[in-house]
């Protein structure tokens, strides 16, 4: 299993900036890679959906929504993933949930969740 954490939310006015972070900790040894990293954003009542992906590599894609407005970055070193949100808009205002793709031994893939970080967008 991993832990995961995020932080960096908060309220902001339409066209301001956040950066949110993801710390993914390994909890036991049998926790290999971490590898494909995701911001989720989640309104009451609705499923989470997806903006943003990283690979492992550092491929990324972006929901149309959030392309060229949000950039995810990560530090393998750290095993933790950033997004930069600029230019906000009250509809982005949701929150923000981080899942952590892994592998472990012996072979087999799992994703862990954070409990979110919230995001308010004023107009």
């Known amino acids: 299993q991993v832990q995961v954490v995020e932080s960096g939310g908060g309220l902001v006015q339409a066209g301001d900036s956040l950066r949110l972070s993801c710390v993914a900790t390994?909890?036991?040894?049998?926790?290999?890679?971490?590898?494909?990293m995701r911001w989720h954003p989640q309104t009451p009542g609705k499923q989470r959906a997806l903006v943003a992906e990283?690979?492992?590599?550092?491929?990324?894609n972006y929901a149309d929504s959030v392309k060229d407005r949000f950039t995810i970055s990560r530090d393998n070193a750290k095993n933790t993933v950033h997004q930069q949100m600029n230019s906000l808009k009250p509809e982005d205002t949701a929150g923000y949930y981080c899942?952590?793709?892994?592998?472990?031994?012996?072979?087999?893939?799992?994703?862990?969740w954070g409990r979110g970080t919230e995001v308010t967008v004023a107009s």
């Open positions: 899942s952590v793709h892994f592998s472990y031994n012996p072979r087999g893939s799992r994703v862990d």
């Open positions: 990283i690979s492992s590599s550092g491929h990324t």
């Open positions: 390994k909890i036991g040894a049998s926790v290999d890679s971490i590898n494909t």
